[in-house]
């Protein structure tokens, strides 16, 4: 019996022994996690300005039409194409040689109705001393002061047709109305050209440009746009190019929904007319609001959002309500306070609750890996 007992105390002090062991070693296996450095940002209420974008086409606004006064063959391009020029250089020659021609037979027709008004008024003055002494009928008076008049007219005829014919020739110099870019030619030399319908090419005066976009009415909901509203052009280079509404549409198109828009560029920035670019309304002002970084909303499987709070040395897990994006901020309405210091790396690794701590001024990441995915963002 006593065997039996010191076996019992000798196998229980052996597995306590044993116990201890394992514990220890588990202890040295997993030891206390250390708390995740993260970085932060102390909620601050805002005014933010609320934008809406969407694509938009740049048209210049002083953009001519270069057509033909006059009929007649193409004789010269003298422009390089798609080069700037400047007023009245230049652009087409039109054979003048038929115009020249009309231009020589007004002249001699104006010359004969000169003579012939010259002729009338000798006829006349010998016409009328004859009457002061009753050498002619009165008819005969009468019938000469009726021609001179005929040949007086008929010479202010042939001046206005000379004057024609001048001008007519004077059109066959097409030139540039006003400085600008010439676009490539339509017609080549040798092509008949017809007044008033052929287009020869367009004028483009390159530092006046406009863009024309159209917004949904959906998006614009309830905001009143005016002239003043505020608008921004995006180039192809992310740069915000200043701008200013000159025409707002006071009415919503019933088959597409949407309303249009023009704004004039205040500096286009080697924009061409024809380009499509990004532009952006403010159609409001989100009042006391918090702006947090892209990185640091976490978008979950049921569509809601949330972000982690920094503590008492843990990282909170705090739903909240966001608007859209600004810049590369979101927009979270609700759920934050002044004050509340958000995590805005380091989000992989967090769990609610999970040790954290911030991180030292002036000591940098030590990974990135750990951002969290940037989610598309919510209708507001």
């Known amino acids: 019996m006593p065997h039996k007992i010191i076996s019992t105390v000798l196998i229980a002090a052996l597995s306590a022994i044993i116990a201890a062991g394992c514990t220890k070693k588990a202890e040295q296996k997993n030891p206390a996690q250390k708390p995740v450095v993260v970085s932060t940002i102390a909620a601050t209420p805002e005014d933010v300005p609320e934008w809406r974008e969407v694509m938009g086409r740049t048209e210049g606004s002083s953009q001519v039409e ?15 194409e798609g080069a700037s020029v400047k007023p009245g250089q230049l652009l087409f020659l039109i054979d003048p040689a038929p115009f020249e021609a009309d231009l020589r037979a007004a002249t001699a027709a104006r010359a004969q109705a000169f003579a012939q008004l010259e002729q009338s008024e000798r006829e006349l003055e010998r016409t009328r001393r004859l009457s002061a002494s009753q050498a002619v009928p009165q008819k005969e008076l009468d019938d000469a002061v009726s021609a001179e008049k005929v040949a007086r007219a008929a010479l202010q005829s042939a001046d206005a047709r000379v004057e024609s014919s001048r001008v007519a020739l004077s059109h066959t110099r097409i030139t540039a109305p006003s400085a600008g870019v010439a676009g490539i030619s339509l017609v080549n030399p040798g092509a008949l050209v017809s007044a008033q319908s052929t287009l020869l090419a367009t004028l483009t005066q390159k530092g006046d440009l406009k863009v024309v976009f159209s917004m949904s009415d959906r998006d614009l909901k309830d ?16 740069s915000r190019l200043k701008a200013h509404l000159d025409y707002v549409s006071q009415s919503v198109d019933p088959d597409l929904g949407t309303r249009q828009f023009r704004a004039k560029l ?11 670019v990004r532009v952006r309304l403010q159609t409001g002002t989100e ?38 994006w600004n810049d590369t901020d979101w927009i979270v309405r609700s759920g934050l306070k002044p004050g509340d210091l958000v995590i805005t790396d380091q989000i992989l690794r ?3 609750g999970k040790a954290a701590k911030e991180r030292e001024s002036g000591s940098k990441p030590t990974t990135t890996s750990g951002s969290a995915a940037s989610a598309s963002a919510p209708a507001a």
């Open 66 to 80: 270069i057509r033909s006064q006059v009929s007649g063959i193409l004789k010269k391009l003298a422009y390089s």
């Open 223 to 238: 905001a009143a746009i005016t002239r003043a509203s505020r608008v921004e052009v995006v180039n192809a280079s992310g």
């Open 266 to 276: 205040d500096q286009p920035e080697r924009l061409l007319s024809g380009q499509y």
């Open 287 to 324: 009042k006391q609001v918090f702006r947090v970084p892209q990185s640091a909303v976490l978008q979950l499987s049921d569509g809601t959002y949330a972000v982690y709070v920094l503590k008492d040395g843990k990282a909170k897990r705090t739903a909240v309500t966001v608007g859209p």
């Open 350 to 352: 967090l769990q609610d």
